[in-house]
């Protein structure tokens, strides 16, 4: 085991100078394995040989140091930070430390301005320093601890044409809305309450934002009504339109739509004619 940037770890006070104390793994450490821990960080009472747990980062001089401050991340891992300052160069986050974490434009997904929260992921980069990145998919976690039908909260983290929408379940577990059920308009950052389908054999999730076919039927229907009525009573379509046509008015399937229409027409709430539907 050696010094570990970015991760918390046990190491012993080996040295004591008036700016702070040294700490190592063990007292005949070398210089290489040793790291300062600033005065006003070290504990009250604390001497030669006491054993501390301590965070390592890099100060503004590019020095790797100690800090018994717990930032809000770790090393691999992803949480909502905010954005304290945008420059030329890229972004700044408060992950809780006096320094802040830089967040470079090539590692955001989209624009970010200060005061924003983003999802971020704490990774080392090229030049051996620490630094956050928004393309968070192979820092997520798997193994989340839900089954088929659990309700769960995700944030909204990319959208592809190709695959859905991915989604951070509990800013923490990987998880999509496949394409075939990412009906409507998403967009990063936005929090959904979504329904479990599938838990994959690598153990990652698959979710629709839609309840059980027969639970949606009527939020689904009350929509329609409400939109017909809103429309003055007709809707320029039936349900032989176009999924296209009723994806983009309405953020359903075809299928969702013809259930929803069928049902508000037994009740004799509306009626087909003419290619159109008209409020009873």
């Known amino acids: 085991m050696s010094l570990l940037l970015g991760e918390k770890q046990k190491l012993q006070i080996i040295k004591e100078l008036k700016f702070g104390v040294y700490l190592a793994e063990s007292q005949n450490a070398g210089r290489d394995g040793q790291v300062l821990l600033p005065q006003k960080q070290v504990p009250e009472g604390a001497g030669i040989g006491d054993e501390l747990t301590v965070f390592l980062y890099r100060d503004s001089d ?3 140091i100690a800090t018994t401050s717990d930032p809000f991340i770790h090393l691999h891992e992803t949480a909502l930070l905010t954005v304290k300052e945008v420059t030329r160069i890229g972004a700044f986050l408060d992950w809780g430390l006096e320094r802040d974490l830089f967040l470079p434009y090539r590692e955001q997904r ?11 992921a704490l990774y080392i980069d090229k030049t ?28 909204v983290y990319e959208v592809s044409r190709n695959f859905g929408v991915f989604v951070a379940v509990d800013d923490r577990y990987s998880a999509l809305i496949p394409k075939k059920d990412a009906q409507g308009i998403y967009r990063p950052g936005e929090i959904l309450q979504l329904r479990v389908t599938e838990v994959r054999e690598d153990g990652r999730l698959c979710l629709s934002a839609r309840q059980k076919a027969y639970l949606q039927i009527g939020d689904d229907a009350d929509r329609i009504l409400e939109a017909m009525r809103d429309r003055g009573g007709v809707l320029p379509f039936d349900d032989k339109a176009s999924p296209e046509q009723i994806n983009e008015v309405f953020g359903m399937s075809k299928a969702a739509f013809k259930r929803a229409v069928g ?5 004799k709430l509306i009626v087909k004619k003419d290619g159109k539907l008209m409020v009873l």
Do not use: C, F, W
């Open 62 to 64: 590019d020095r790797m």
């Open 263 to 267: 049902h508000l027409m037994k009740e």
């Open 110 to 120: 989209g624009k970010v301005k200060a005061g924003d929260q983003v999802l971020a």
């Open 128 to 155: 051996g320093r620490l630094a956050a990145t928004m393309n968070v998919y192979k820092y997520l976690k798997s193994r989340a601890p839900y089954q088929i039908g659990d309700m769960v909260k995700g944030r």
